[in-house]
Structures are given as C-alpha cells and as structure tokens.
C-alpha cells in the first residue's frame, strides 16, 4: 500500500497538470496585478461578460446562463431550490419531461464538484436530501464525445474567434473478464486518483467484475478534477468551425470571453452545426484547458494563461468604456466570500 501511494505522489509531483492552481498560477497572479492597477479595479473581470453575474468569474448561476442560451443548443434543465421536496422535484421533471438517467449538478459550481449522475429516483431522493445548494436537474446529453471551446470576441467585432480548444477522454474501463472494477481503475495512475471519490459513488459496485470487451464510463463527464485527460484539439480550429460556434455565440446576449463545454457526435459534424450540445458555458472564470494535455510544458501553460487573461482585461475595458461597470471593491470581497462558502458546501458534499 505504502509503494502504491508513493507511486502516486510521485505521478502527482512529476505532472505538473496536478499541481494545485495556486502553485499554478503564481507569475499569473503579477500580470493579475498589473491589470488591475491599469483598471483601477481588482474585479475588472465584471465588465467582461456584462450579462452574466460577475461576468462568471464567481456566484454565476448555472441556469441564468442557460437562459441566455437559445433552447436548441443545450438540453432541458430546470432549476430546484435548496429543501424542495422530492415530490416537488418529481413533479417538475414530470412536468418538463426529463427522463432518467439525468444530471443534477449545483446550480453554482466549482470545478465539477457535486455533479451526479443519476439513474433513479432512489438516487434523485439521496441528492436532494443532501444537496445544501441550489441544483439543477437537466436531460443526460446523448452524445459520446466532449470538447471544449474557446472563444473571444471584442465588443466593436461582428464576428469572434476560438482561441483554443480541449477534447476530452473521459473516464472508461474496459472488462477483461476477471479483474474487479477497482483493479482495472488501479491500472491507470489517472484513475486511480479518484479512487476515494468512486467509493464514495460506486460502493461496493466496484467488485463487479465487467465482462470481457465491456466498457464502463465511471464519470460520464469531461472534468479535470474528475479524472478526464484533457489533449489539446487546437488543430480542429477551422474557419467552418469558427462560423458556426460564431453563429451560435451572437445569440449569447453579453456573452464575450469564456469557455463552451460541448457534447458532439463527430467534428465534422459539430463543424457543420449538427448533433451537438452545450453542457455549459463558463465565463471569466473559464481556462483555456488545453493547457492540461500532458505533453503541453509548464511554460505553454503560462504563456496561454496570460494571452487569455490579457483578452479578458482588453474585453473589460471596452466594455467598461461602453457603460459596462466594474464591482465595487467592497462588493467584490461580499461575492468572494459567498464564492468561498459555496465552495465549502460543494467541496463537502
């Protein structure tokens, strides 16, 4: 055991895409800092998405963005309230008519933190009894593949840009007929880093032995904090591509500089705006998450990090310039400090 974990610390400390974001992003924090001084405001970050609370960088609600979104390009998702009861909860998913297995996630997140799948009313039961958040119930998305998407776009510009874009390979055993669900985790270092969080999950479902050639997608979701490997698919940036994420984003009232997790069928489809659809948009707060590609350098991160920031403090002050407002100083601490308790209660769930 104490060989294992070593072997895993060991893969933690020599990747650099597990280091802890503060580690990270600590030569990000001086260019934080420069752009601050030139706004005369910390929380410059506000006027980048006017639309969306805080410009999404921190307290966004998930189904206030969605509301921005025209219907066609994200699945049904309702919002429930903290202490709803699940008869209530029932009734809505009846009324709208989301079918099972669905997606309840915190309706302000952090980093992938409290989203389930779930598979019956048994399991909706156990969210809602636990859930000290808002949370949204929303249809599982059909599709197999994830991406995300980067895109900027000046507000004196028609069209935008995609600055980068992520795939995702999420987090899938193969059965070979003998070996225990959690032996084949133990397999992949990747894996079994979330290991404690799948016991929490799976239970004793993790002794099952998976038959041979049988695939099993332990966290049906592209998230980093979750064990998806993230590869950088920056070379699918076509111009047809560009045209169609354009096309959807000036629907976006607002929407400037973030990140679009989307779930596809092929790219050449997604290219041609067909079989695909957003499971979220993040807005100042988003990375360019291709930085995570294991091949990728310490270096490459930084270097995208600041390019990314740098269009986000530009963005700001145009917007600023056009009436968009910066936060008061006193309540952009109030929202960091409602950011920090939301986390606590997400990170705790």
Known sequence: MTNRRSKLFFHKITHWEYWPFQIVYIPIYFLWSYYSIKAKSIFFFNASNPTIKNGGFMMESKKEIYNLIPQQYYPKTELIKEGTALEDVLNVIEAVKIKYPLIAKPDIGLRGSGVKKINTVLDLKEYAKKASFDYVVQDLIPYENEVGIFYVRYPHEKAGRITGIVSKEFLIIT?????????????????ELQLKVLKQEYGKKLFDILPKGEKLNLVPYGNHAR????????HWITLKLTQTINEMCLQIPGFYFGRLDVMYNTIEELEQGLNFSVVELNGAASEPTHIYDPKHSLFFAWKELARHITYMYEISVANHKNGAPYLLHKDGMKEYRMHLEQSNKIVNF
């Open 227 to 234: 064990g998806a490997k993230f590869i950088d698919g920056s």
């Open 175 to 191: 059965g070979n007929g003998f070996s225990t669900v959690e032996e084949l985790i133990k397999e992949n270092p990747r894996y």
